[in-house]
Each structure stands twice: as structure tokens, then as C-alpha cells.
């Protein structure tokens, strides 16, 4: 069974700085990675989604990158705004499934 | 990207009532959608996957009865409480497949539902 850990699972960062969430999962046959962006009481944004065969994919300011073989994936946030305060959710979809495992979020505040 | 509303965002009832939510596709039809369930500080948890004609099928731990799921349309599903109970507080929100596009999942905006 797929398991999924987000790691730290809180973060508080100066505005500006450069950060890095992680996301961890046990079983790397995956059919692909899938960040999200949740806000305090609304649903999920997608962010970024890496298919299995590929190791990064960048959109603005965001970059995630996927190391299948290690289990790992990171979301680096370049010059980090206080827009970026959300809470962050990495999902994994195992192959031949369509439901994807969350983890559990990574909670981030960035201070003005 | 595809769309997928949902309604309401929240809703407050009375213990022992039933509560409706609905989920719609907006811009595609969805053979599948998928409703979970989301603790405070918690991952989403997966309730049900609700077929278009068929019925739901519900993981492990999840009351059919108490969580009815419809899927009668390729656009619409809805998850029913019924005699909501304090401790069904929750935040919900349902994911729609395109079929076209099943490479992604595609999520409603949630709701949150209070029973006092």
C-alpha cells in the first residue's frame, strides 16, 4: 500500500527566501506526482504534475523535481511571497489507479 | 484545466438532518468521481469512488448508509449525510476523471459542513 509523508510538516519563512518541501512515498512503481495548493477552507489547487518518466516540471516560481528510484520529490518555491502561505499537498498515483495518495501537507506562512 | 464545482462551500444543520452536497463537472463529463473527507491538519481521506450508473463503492470504514452517494448524470454526483451527527464535521470535497485527460485529478472547492 502506497504511503505518502510530507515533510516539515509546518513552515514559517521570511518573505524572499528560497524554500524546499518535501514529499516521500514507499512504493515507486508510480504513474505520477501531483502537487497542490490549498487554501484555508477551499478546495485543492494543481500546481504541477510530473508523469513518471519525466524529473522536473517548472512553472513560475515553482519547480518540482521526482526522483522515482529514491522515492522523493521536492517542490522548490523561489523568492517566496506571503501569497504563497497555503498549505501544500503532495499526491502520488500508483500505477493502475486512478485515485492518487495524499500526504498529509505541508503548512507554510510567509511573513512580510 | 478542467472544472469542478461544488455546492455549497459550507453548511451549518441541526443534528439528526441530512445534508446534500452536489458536484458538478463543468466542462467535461466524468465517468468517475471520487468524494473524501478531510480532518483539520489532516491528508484526504477517500470515501467513496461513485460510477456513473452504478453504484458507489466505498472504502473500507466509510457507512454506506450514513453517506449516500448518487451519480446519475456524466456531470453530477452527490454525497448525502443523512442524520448528521456532530462528529460528521468535516471538510469535503469531491474530485471529478476526465477521461481524456486522466493523467490529472481535477478538485471541487470543498465544503464545509458544521452539525451542532
Known amino acids: 500500500k502506497q504511503e505518502v509523508t510530507q515533510i516539515p510538516a509546518a513552515l514559517s519563512v521570511p518573505e524572499g527566501e528560497n524554500l524546499v518541501l518535501n514529499c516521500s512515498f514507499t512504493?515507486?512503481?508510480?504513474?505520477?506526482l501531483q502537487w497542490f495548493r490549498q487554501d484555508p477552507g477551499k478546495g485543492l489547487t494543481s500546481l504541477l504534475l510530473i508523469q513518471s518518466s519525466q524529473r522536473e516540471q517548472t512553472s513560475g516560481r515553482l519547480n518540482a523535481s521526482l526522483d522515482k528510484s529514491s522515492g522523493r520529490s521536492t517542490l522548490y518555491i523561489a523568492a517566496s511571497q506571503p501569497g504563497d502561505s497555503a498549505t501544500y499537498l503532495c499526491?502520488?498515483?500508483?500505477?493502475?489507479?486512478?485515485?492518487?495518495?495524499f500526504g498529509r501537507g505541508t503548512s507554510l506562512i510567509v511573513h512580510p | 484545466g478542467a472544472v469542478v464545482s461544488q455546492h455549497p462551500s459550507r453548511v451549518i444543520c441541526k443534528s439528526g438532518t441530512s445534508v446534500k452536497i452536489e458536484c458538478r463537472s463543468l466542462?467535461?463529463?466524468?465517468?468517475?468521481m471520487f468524494w473524501y473527507r478531510q480532518f483539520p491538519k489532516q491528508s484526504l481521506m477517500l470515501m467513496a469512488t461513485?460510477?456513473?450508473?452504478?453504484?458507489?463503492?466505498?472504502e473500507q470504514g466509510v457507512e454506506k448508509d450514513k453517506f449516500l452517494i448518487n451519480h446519475a448524470s456524466l456531470t453530477l454526483s452527490t454525497l448525502t449525510v443523512t442524520s448528521a451527527h456532530p462528529e460528521d464535521s468535516s471538510f469535503y470535497i469531491c474530485?471529478?476523471?476526465?477521461?481524456?485527460?486522466?493523467?490529472?485529478?481535477?478538485f471541487g472547492q470543498g465544503t464545509r459542513l458544521t452539525v451542532v
Open positions: 474530485s471529478a476523471r476526465d477521461p481524456f485527460s486522466n493523467t490529472e485529478a481535477f
Open positions: 461513485s460510477n456513473e450508473g452504478s453504484k458507489a463503492t466505498y
Open positions: 466542462d467535461f463529463q466524468a465517468t468517475t
Open positions: 512504493d515507486s512503481a508510480i504513474y505520477n
Open positions: 499526491a502520488v498515483k500508483t500505477g493502475g489507479s486512478y485515485i492518487p495518495t
